[in-house]
């Protein structure tokens, strides 16, 4: 394998110094907005070297944080950029939702021996917090680590990623140079690697089932909103007394599907149904009793209860074709010809990744996920649940362009069968890649419990309140307390 490993007193092709032209002291901000907000020390000479640069991490949410963390522990200087204004953005959308993994599962190790150095106490690692506690008892104390918060930079936006004094054509010397980051407000920054955490949730997939937009779905987006609305919170009149269809078969339908039928409890005129593309909703029930985290599996068990006693009416083999308006509400139509009139749309339809800022790196994708060609078969939906996706690190995640990793994931393409123990290995294998400790960095170790579908699955009687469901197979749920088909009462 290439490593972005170097002889320091190699200079670079063409007599620049590692692909780098003008240094100023590490951490400086630049009078001149196009210069680099983050650079190297110059010594005499070609003092000035791509390794002399920090890491640049894409993303300051967990698993961001996480390699960040690794970083820190290792001595190498590195900057997270975030696009939001605080730690974990888009977590804070979900906030809401519990997670089915249980704490155990949902922190790192090296930023756990970072935060007890400061007396932090960790949760009970058998609850099951939500996103909000994810963010409140974890995140936000780990990006407030000096070692960390100092390098830590809010409302950055990286909208391109190239070599410095390169295009993808050019390849003599290529591998010295440092990486050029065009960010926001037209500030660059230059870094000798790139860790791209940005996750995928700003890009949710379309609505139409061929991966194309549904016709009509641009004219009707008002009234669909993507995974995870707050239903029984500040979305709650959008779909009380309303009729809404929720479109797909993972996690995140589950749980929308879960909270509007606690809304139905309430609000007797709220109707919902529930479009797949599949012949039945097997994939979605899951593994049940089998699955090892009890509200995963618990998640499609009470989903599938609901759906048999008529509270949630399924349509099958539904692949979303067109909406059109109707006196009675949206008409959303199937490529075959079968339709529903709706009043509000949830499309919880996954999410994809955003490659469009590296094009000018020489990246290989696989033509199917949108992740590496080695990683891809080891992730496959149609051959592994979260469960079973076997151990994976730098190997794997390596790109033709030396240097650049997307973890977290963003690595797993367009596959929801990610968890956040899995993006936490990538982050410390790749980390120790990076400092050149290869006997670590190949040594993946993972456990992750078994399921018996990654695509579904919620809390059992006795088990912590709280539905769970996941985030491109990742993580979530929200507290309900449903109603079983006899009237009586059922805990989550």
């Not at 150095?117 to 949760?123: H, N, V």
């Not at 990683?375 to 979260?386: G, K, R, T, V």
């Amino acid at each position: 394998m290439t490593t972005s490993q170097h002889d320091p007193e190699t200079p670079a092709a063409d007599g620049a110094c590692c692909g780098v032209s003008a240094c100023c002291t590490t951490g400086e901000q630049a009078a001149d907005p196009r210069q680099t907000i983050h650079q190297a020390k110059t010594d005499s000479g070609c003092g000035c070297i791509a390794d002399r640069l920090p890491v640049a991490v894409i993303g300051a949410g967990p698993v961001g944080l996480a390699a960040a963390a690794q970083l820190a522990e290792r001595g190498l200087d590195f900057v997270v950029l975030e696009a939001g204004d605080q730690a974990a953005a888009s977590i804070a959308e979900w906030k809401h939702v519990r997670l089915f993994s249980p704490w155990r599962y949902n922190t790192d190790a090296a930023a756990r021996r970072m935060l007890e150095g400061t007396g932090w106490t960790a949760p009970d690692l058998d609850a099951l917090p939500t996103g909000g506690d994810l963010i409140e008892h974890y995140l936000r104390p780990l990006a407030a680590l000096p070692q960390i918060a100092d390098r830590l930079r809010f409302g950055v936006r990286v909208e391109a990623i190239t070599r410095d004094g390169y295009d993808r054509l050019r390849s003599n010397g290529r591998d010295d140079a440092a990486f050029l980051l065009r960010l926001n407000g037209g500030q660059e920054l230059r870094a000798r690697a790139v860790i791209d955490a940005s996750g995928t949730w700003t890009r949710p997939n379309v609505l139409g089932a061929t991966g194309l937009p549904a016709y009509g779905e641009a004219e009707f987006a008002d009234h669909i909103t993507h995974a995870l609305p707050d239903v029984l919170g500040p979305d709650r009149k959008r779909f009380a007394g309303k009729h809404s269809l929720v479109v797909g078969a993972g996690h995140s339908a589950a749980t929308t599907l879960l909270a509007l039928a606690e809304l139905a409890n309430d609000d007797p005129g709220t109707q919902i149904t529930w479009a797949i593309r599949g012949g039945d909703a097997a994939r979605t029930y899951g593994g049940g009793d089998a699955d090892q985290l009890p509200a995963r599996g618990a998640l499609g068990t009470r989903v599938r209860d609901l759906v048999e006693s008529g509270q949630i009416r399924l349509l099958t083999g539904f692949f979303t074709h067109a909406l059109t308006s109707t006196t009675a509400g949206i008409e959303v139509t199937s490529s075959g010809g079968h339709a529903v009139i709706v009043d509000e749309i949830v499309a919880a339809t996954g999410f994809r990744p955003d490659h469009s800022i590296t094009a000018e790196l020489r990246l290989s994708w696989d033509p199917i996920m949108g992740t590496t060609p080695a990683l891809a078969p080891l992730i496959d939906p149609n051959e592994h649940s979260c469960g079973t996706v076997p151990p994976h690190g730098v190997d794997e995640l390596t790109h033709p362009e030396t240097g650049y990793y997307a973890i977290g994931v963003k690595s797993y393409g367009r596959a929801p069968t990610f968890l956040l123990a899995t993006g936490y290995e990538q982050a410390r294998s790749v980390v120790a890649a990076l400092a050149g400790d290869w006997e670590a960095a190949r040594k993946v170790e993972l456990e992750l419990p078994e399921t018996g579908v990654c695509s579904s699955n919620l809390a059992p009687a006795g088990a912590p309140a709280g539905l769970a469901t996941g985030i491109s197979g990742g993580l979530l749920a929200q507290p309900l307390a449903l109603t079983d088909a006899s009237g009586g009462g059922c805990c989550a």
